[in-house]
């Protein structure tokens, strides 16, 4: 019932670009002039955004582009965004969603589709804990399909590397939990072609997908409690688990598994001096070797580059940078980057990107693009969420 | 009746156009059959929800009536719809003072809870419609759900109190204020204190944040509703401020990515626009500083234990006071008005067939005076069905929007359980009250057997 002024969409107005001097044209040949204005001002644009600031080398094969969701008060749209000409967008999909509360999406590894986790429009008094849910879309926003109902709205569905299959959370109301507990939770896989689902892992306390080995056999999970972070195996034939290792004592999140499967980052937060800062840390998988990454200040984001770099954003003193392997790929005076995805060529990664002094006052958000070569450009402002990279 | 319309329908199609809808028809029904089922919501203390009225688009009745409760100016000294008394003090020694909550943080946990909406979302502004009941129970504008679960009423009816929650906006938005000052007054027995260093104040906002996390559930990391700032379950780190602002103002509003305190928090400084207007001045409350020990090692996961006594936390910087003034004590007759019960028959008279059904009769109940009558009622027999047994007559003096429902008088529909009727002539009462004006009415309740009911329509098994 509430309603809201929405932000218009995104748009370049070509209009505007004609220069005041623009002849005029007789009323009997009005509308050839008025597409002749058109034209002109179509290639004035693409000249001019040649002459800006270059973007990212292109990459010889498949064209990559970001795939991204602009929060709408009762509905998100899902664009595919050009970085190298981020004002051209194509519409793929508007997902109506309970007021206030909008999708939570990721892509596929193929860049084919993206699934997603919803509530309905017609939710009354939507919560965060209501049952949402489980959609998947083809990426030419066509064919959404709903593979299932009452999963956690908030946890990211996680995709399979063959891209045959879902993993997201169920709890609360939608297991019916023994009494006095608040879980239990579950992890299901959901197989994309006919939502058929299974339960990979089932706990007391709260459970956080964390990744897949390359081959898919083995499925990662994040428990969180009381009682710190630790992280889990399965065995996706046998859907049998064991205990990998133990994160922290206290709480983590942001795990991101190398593409290898050998080593897991995430962040954790940690006594730093007058301070806490967040750190990046990686887990070697093998040997259970915990290792903190940086030195000082807070990390955010860490993000596997395809072929195993680690890249984090970080913020010292004020000043914030993007490191990969511990190298500066890009540096800004005032405000910080939290990398999201390198595309699949390793060309360029998407990081969220922030104009505050801190994490705590983090200011304006908005998402970019940085290059190998540390060139920025910014993709859309607002409250957009990256949901992935499609290709072709 | 359907049959000889079905048959009228296909003798006017060819057989082609048979065939498609045919297999229209049976490919509607794979998918029905297939699909899968939407969870079934709570069951309420309502088996359907009560009528209730909702203010016009502005809010203006609303935000006033919250105005008045914040200031325990509505309901003063009532157990359940009034702000009881405030503890304050460090946690080995405290005193009390009057019970008053920051009217701008009430508006903002009613935004975030309805939209300071007290209708089902399909109920148009200033309109009559039935109440917003949410999955959890939630009723109303402030979402009241504690006690609104379980019917506290006899015989397994809501209680009088549970019907003015749902049915009446004013004792909604008291008792959600009341159940407000009860977090707060949860520290720091069951709950820490927010506030080390300015004596835990509750004049100011910042003190508040415990209380605004128990108020939707002091629930910590990991748990399925869990509002623990550094969650995992919200999203990637760090997260920019929340509003409930215009979607365009650069600031968060996916309400998935944020704890419940930082929603309310982030909506005082940045309040909803209606019709270009914002509901309230913002405040930019602070929230605690997580990179800060003093801050950040209370709220550790270590130290989330019962009873919490290691998360008391010094006021977050810098703090702010509400500068809302205190509303008008004559703006109270204004919200509540003066309701006038009436009755549209002293008696009703019913015929049961035993085993079978019964006929149906309907009292119309009426609001002579002025604001929202909540009206309850109750048979003196067991076999008697009320249906429903609560709702909102509202008086002519509160506005309905052109064009949309608003139907001012309540509708009582009486019948008879056959199954449990006992056999023979019998006489009941149905007892009516206008909660909280002390005004009932009694109608009289015939019942006579019957061998066959009469027309189709009017009866009921």
Redesign the interface.
């Known amino acids: ?8 969409l995104l748009h370049y107005s070509k209009a505007a670009a004609l220069p005041r001097s623009a002849p005029t044209f007789p009323p009997l040949r009005l509308a050839g002039a008025l597409g002749l204005i058109f034209v002109f001002a179509g290639v004035l644009l693409l000249v001019l955004d040649l002459l800006r600031s270059p973007s990212p080398a292109p990459v010889p094969g498949a064209a990559e582009y970001l795939v991204l969701a602009e ?3 009762s509905a998100d749209t899902v664009y595919r965004v050009d970085p190298a000409r981020p004002s051209r967008r194509s519409r793929l999909l508007r997902v109506p969603h309970a ?4 999708m ?1 999406a990721s892509a596929s590894p193929d860049g084919r589709a993206f699934a997603y986790t919803v509530l309905p429009p ?10 949402a849910e489980l959609w998947t879309a083809s990426m030419d926003g066509t064919a959404p399909r ?1 593979l ?3 999963f ?5 569905p996680l995709w399979s590397p063959d891209g045959s299959s879902l993993v997201v959370r169920r ?4 297991i019916d939990p023994p009494a006095g507990t ?2 239990p ?1 579950e992890l299901v896989q959901v197989r994309v072609p006919d ?1 058929a689902a299974s339960v990979l892992a089932r706990s007391e ?2 459970l ?1 997908p964390a990744g897949f080995s390359p081959d898919g056999r083995t499925f990662y999970y ?1 428990a ?5 972070s630790d992280l889990y195996g399965v065995d996706t034939v046998a859907l049998t688990g064991a205990p990998v290792a133990r994160l922290s ?6 795990w991101a598994l190398s593409p290898d499967g050998s080593r897991l980052a995430f ?1 954790t ?1 940690t ?1 730093d001096g ?5 750190q990046v840390q990686v887990l070697e998988l093998a040997t259970g070797a915990l290792a903190a990454v940086g030195e000082a200040g ?1 990390e ?2 860490p993000a596997w580059t395809p072929s195993g770099g680690l890249t984090l954003g970080a913020l010292r003193g004020g000043a914030g940078a993007v490191l990969l392997d511990g190298e500066v790929l890009g540096s800004r005076p005032r405000g910080f980057d ?1 990398p ?1 995805s390198w595309s699949r060529s390793g060309a360029r990664v998407a990081a ?1 990107s ?1 104009d505050g002094p ?3 006052s ?4 908005s998402l970019v693009v940085i290059g190998r070569d540390g060139q920025r450009r910014t993709i859309a ?3 957009v ?1 990256f949901i992935g990279w499609t290709y072709r | 009746m359907a049959g000889r319309i079905a048959r009228r329908v296909l003798s006017l199609l060819s057989g082609q156009r048979r065939l498609a809808l045919a297999a229209a028809a049976f490919l509607l029904a794979v998918m029905a059959a297939v699909a ?4 079934a919501r ?1 069951e309420c203390i309502f088996p359907t929800a009560p009528t209730t009225y909702e203010d016009l ?1 502005d809010r203006s009745l609303f935000l006033t009536t919250i105005e008045l409760a914040a200031a325990n100016m509505l309901f003063p000294g009532d157990p359940y719809f009034g702000i009881p008394n405030l503890e304050f003090g460090p946690r080995t020694s405290r005193s009390t003072q009057p019970g008053r909550v920051p009217p701008t943080l009430m508006k903002a946990i009613s ?1 975030i ?5 007290q209708a ?2 399909d ?3 200033g309109s009559i419609g039935p109440a ?5 129970c ?1 009723h109303g504008i402030a ?1 009241v759900t504690s006690g609104m679960t379980v019917a506290l009423g006899e015989g397994g009816r809501a209680s009088p109190e549970q019907a003015l929650v749902a049915t009446h906006f004013a004792y909604n938005i008291a008792r959600g204020a009341a159940i407000l000052a009860d977090k707060w007054n949860q520290a720091p027995e069951l709950r820490p204190v927010a506030g080390t260093d300015t004596n835990g104040l509750p004049e100011l906002l910042e003190n508040w944040y415990f209380a605004v996390w128990s108020y939707n559930g002091f ?8 509002n ?1 700032p ?11 401020q929340y509003s409930c602002g ?3 103002d ?8 944020y704890p419940y305190q930082e929603l309310v928090f982030g909506c005082i400084a940045n309040p ?3 019709d270009g207007r914002p509901l309230w001045q913002g405040i930019p409350v602070s ?1 605690p ?5 003093a801050w ?2 209370p709220l ?3 130290n ?2 019962f009873p919490y006594a290691s998360m008391d936390i010094p006021t977050p910087q810098p703090f702010h006071l509400d500068p809302t003034p205190l509303p008008d004590p004559r703006l109270r007759e204004r919200v509540l008005g003066s309701p006038q019960l009436r009755v549209s028959r002293p008696e009703v008279k019913l015929g049961v067939a035993p085993g079978s059904g019964s006929t149906v009769e309907t009292i119309t109940i009426e609001n002579a005076g002025t604001g929202v009558l909540a009206w309850y009622a109750m048979a003196t027999e067991p076999w008697i069905v009320l249906r429903p047994y609560a709702g909102a007559a509202v008086g002519p003096n509160l506005p309905c929007a052109p064009q949309a429902p608003c139907d001012r008088n309540g509708k009582l529909e009486v019948t008879v359980d056959a199954s449990r009727a006992p056999p023979g002539r019998r006489t009941a009462a149905i007892r009516i009250q206008a909660l909280g004006t002390g005004q009932s009415f009694i109608v009289t309740v015939e019942v006579s057997q019957v061998i066959r009911l009469g027309v189709p329509g009017i009866t009921r098994h």
């Open positions: 019932m509430a309603t809201r002024a929405r932000r218009p929060f709408g008060p007021p206030e509360y909008g939570i017609e939710t009354p008094a939507p919560a965060p804990d209501t049952p709903r299932g109902v009452a956690d709205l908030r946890v990211r709890s609360g109301s939608a608040e879980g939770y939502g306390v709260a956080f994040a969180v409690s009381r009682a710190g004592d206290d709480l983590t999140r942001d962040l937060l006594p007058p301070r806490s800062r967040s807070d955010f984001g939290v999201l969220r922030f801190s994490a705590t983090p200011g304006l958000a402002q607002g409250e969420t | 899968p089922a939407r969870p709570a688009k935004w809870e309805s939209s300071i909406t089902a979302v109920v148009p502004f917003l009941v949410s999955f959890d939630g979402q629930t910590g990391p990991g748990a399925n509703r869990s623990h550094m969650d995992p379950v919200y999203g990637t780190w760090p997260r920019p215009p979607s365009g650069g600031k968060g509003h996916n309400r998935a990515n909803p626009i209606v929230l500083d997580l990179s800060n020990p950040r090692e550790k996961l270590a989330f234990v």
